[in-house]
């Protein structure tokens, strides 16, 4: 790899690691918007759904859902464990569905926009 392809690739690095931590409320919200699941199935469906671009450890998802709780944002409920203690199974609180509603139509919908999907689909020149 030559030192301009080495400079890119660090420059993208750089830019995902960024743009990853922003993505966490988004895909743990976006888990849970027709299930409720536990933080295994919730790792699970953020690094099926994003193909391993984006994982997680269980810490920042137990921090991310504790703060979501205490903003009613999330609830959850305890169900039977396979194998030892109770589990808590986290869901969307109607808040929490009208929020991540909210935020896909002001955000993500923005993606689908003929221009910006023309834009995504060419290949930029190089100069």
Not at 4 to 32: C, I, R, V
Not at 37 to 50: A, M, R
Not at 72 to 83: N, R, S, T
Request: hydrophobic letters at 30%.
């Amino acid at each position: 790899m030559n030192q301009s392809e080495a400079y890119k690739t660090k420059l993208l690095s750089s830019w995902e690691e960024t743009y990853k931590k922003g993505q966490l409320t988004f895909w743990l919200l976006l888990s849970l918007k027709n299930d409720s699941l536990y933080i295994n199935e919730i790792q699970d469906f953020i690094k099926s759904i994003t193909k391993g671009t984006i994982s997680c450890e269980d810490q920042s998802i137990y921090r991310s859902l504790r703060k979501y709780y205490d903003l009613e944002i999330v609830d959850y409920e305890l169900k039977e464990g396979y194998k030892g203690p109770n589990r808590k199974y986290y869901f969307l609180t109607k808040i929490g569905k009208e929020l991540l509603h909210t935020f896909i139509q002001r955000n993500i919908s923005l993606f689908y926009d003929k221009e910006v999907t023309d834009l995504l689909n060419n290949k930029p020149t190089v100069l």
